[in-house]
C-alpha cells in the first residue's frame, strides 16, 4: 500500500464579526481577517494544520494586505 502525505499553505477566513466593513486605505473595500496555516496532508487532502504563520486582513477589491496588529490604524472613527 502506497501513502501519500505531505503539507500544504492554506487560508482560512475568520469569524464574520473580523470582517472591517469598508476600511481598506487603498479603495474603501471591506478587509477579512485570514488565517495562514500549515496543514499535514494525507492523499493531497488537509487533515489537521501543524503550524500557523499568522495572521493579515485581506481587501477582497484590491487584493491588498495589513498585518492583523495594524487593525487600530485600519479602523477609522470617520467612515
Ligand atoms: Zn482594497
Redesign the pocket.
Known sequence: MILIFGTRGRLTVASPGDTLHHS?P????D?VLKHNKVWFTLFFLPIFPINNKGSFYH?N????AYKQEARQYLISPSR
Not at 487603498?26 to 473595500?29: A, R
Not at 477589491?61 to 491588498?64: A, E, H, I, P, Y
Open positions: 481598506c487603498t479603495c474603501q473595500g478587509l481587501c477589491r484590491c487584493d491588498s
